[in-house]
């Protein structure tokens, strides 16, 4: 009989972030139990009273302990005390280094297109899951740009095929989220949150970017109790209630859309009077106004989110001034302040790029923490400052931010990565010591 801690995970359908906790404990060979909650009150209510009142999914239990969603579960990780709450902990982990030819840090698109062009290329890469296996795709149900598939495919899919394809190719993924990276030296040293240590000739940061927050009152108390960044995840535990939006980009609309399977009304509050979103998230919003399910709230924005753990939120206070923004305009007359009744609240208004494990490299940023790449025409756009360092994905484009163009930027970085390693394996037969970045 094993002596491993029993895992409970509760789960629910079209929950991307319980596959993500699945993964997790699939990536270290931990046996698990699920409940589905889906359409099971009964066990709803139980995950609610042993979670202590929390209606997100997935919710973790090692030996009746809550660990809590995957927010949790990931912070967890990071520090390495998942491993010792599961009996795993291995002490001497910091002194064992392994060294590969090519780090990928990142699983999202990017990341994934990079690891099968290295693989491709016989660079038999090392691909670091991070805190947010898969990358923000897992969060999308229903990918319906993405070439290759005219009826469309869910993130989570298109991920997992991804992955399977970068392994065939020789790619190895592991569990793990890098917390620095040491460019001092050559080859680099990398250091993960867990402890453990690899050293590669050339890496590629592609760890994406995650979701912000607001900062308002009752956001820390809240979140998860009715607050949440993944609609997809928790919005089936809120049926017939109202909810409220926030965001006026492509993820805002998709997540109002995909929740009026579920709310009463769909409230969004977007603090300018213009979407940023394409139009054809646009256009099938304005649908479903038409249809009486969805009502906007332009110039709007929240600054504070009331209730409690026990009972949930029951409203919120909003601003609005005709001018937009209304939070700059706070003392102006024109500038109305209000609470608004809903039972829930998702925020989706843009990313924080996961780049903190590249500071003190040389790597330059901009001031929000994107990689600033070569760009331009030829060979080597996605080489960063520092000779062997490539960037690719939502942690350089905080612009077109797409599924195809994250994927051309991770075939980029491989091709660069692959000449920058030919330069460095016939400057070491010639007895050369200092390598340039791969030209054009």
């Known amino acids: 009989m094993s ?10 359908a079209e929950c991307p972030y319980c596959e993500k906790a699945k993964d997790l404990f699939d990536g270290k060979g931990v046996e698990y139990e699920t409940y589905n909650v889906t359409d099971d009150d009964e066990l709803f209510e139980e995950m609610v009273e042993r979670a202590g009142g929390r209606k997100t999914a997935p919710e973790v239990f090692i030996d009746d302990e809550l660990i809590g969603g995957w927010d949790d579960t990931s912070a967890l990780e990071e520090t390495g005390e998942l491993d010792e709450k599961l009996g795993i902990a291995n002490d001497d982990s910091a002194d064992t280094v392994e060294h590969r030819k090519l780090l990928i840090a990142g699983t999202g698109i990017a990341g994934l297109t990079a690891a099968i062009y290295a693989g491709r290329a016989n660079n038999e890469p090392l ?3 991070g805190d947010e296996p898969g990358g923000q795709l897992t969060l999308t149900t229903d990918v319906a740009n993405y070439p290759g598939f005219p009826e469309g495919i869910g993130g989570p899919e298109l991920v997992n095929d991804m992955k399977e394809q970068a392994r065939r190719f020789g790619a190895d993924l592991i569990n793990g989220i890098v917390d620095s990276v040491d460019a001092s030296s050559r080859p680099f040293r990398v250091e993960l949150t867990n402890g453990d240590v690899y050293t590669a000739d050339a890496i590629i940061a592609a760890s994406g970017a995650s979701a912000r927050t607001l900062g308002v009152p009752g956001e820390d108390e809240l979140m998860g109790y009715g607050l949440s960044t993944c609609a997809t995840c928790d919005g089936a535990f809120f049926r017939d209630e109202d909810m409220l939006v926030v965001g006026g980009g492509d993820a805002a609309m998709e997540e109002a859309t995909f929740l009026t399977k579920f709310a009463d009304t769909v409230y969004i509050a977007h603090r300018r009077e213009e979407f940023r ?18 009502e906007i709230m332009k110039n709007t924005e929240l600054i504070e989110i009331h209730g409690s753990q026990a009972d949930g939120i029951d409203r919120v206070t909003l601003v609005h001034n005709e001018q937009g923004h209304p939070t700059d305009r706070l003392e102006d007359p024109e500038t109305e302040e209000f609470d608004f009744d809903v039972g829930a609240v998702f925020f989706a208004i843009g990313h924080t790029p996961n780049t903190a494990y590249l500071e003190g490299t040389g790597v330059e940023m901009d001031d929000e923490g994107y990689l600033r790449t070569r760009g331009g025409d030829g060979g080597g756009q996605t080489e960063t400052d520092v000779p062997g360092i490539f960037g690719a994905g939502d942690v350089v484009d905080y612009h077109y931010q797409q599924a ?7 075939s980029k970085a491989a091709l660069d990565a692959d000449e920058y390693l030919d330069d460095l394996e016939r400057a070491d037969s010639s007895g050369e010591t200092e390598v340039a970045a791969a030209d054009d």
């Open 277 to 294: 979103a394409e139009d054809y998230w646009v256009d099938r919003v304005h649908e479903k106004v038409e249809d009486g399910e969805i």
């Open 3 to 12: 002596d491993q801690p029993r895992v409970e995970i509760y789960t629910k």
């Open 127 to 129: 691909v670091i899951e």
């Open 404 to 410: 195809v163009t994250a994927a051309g930027m991770g």
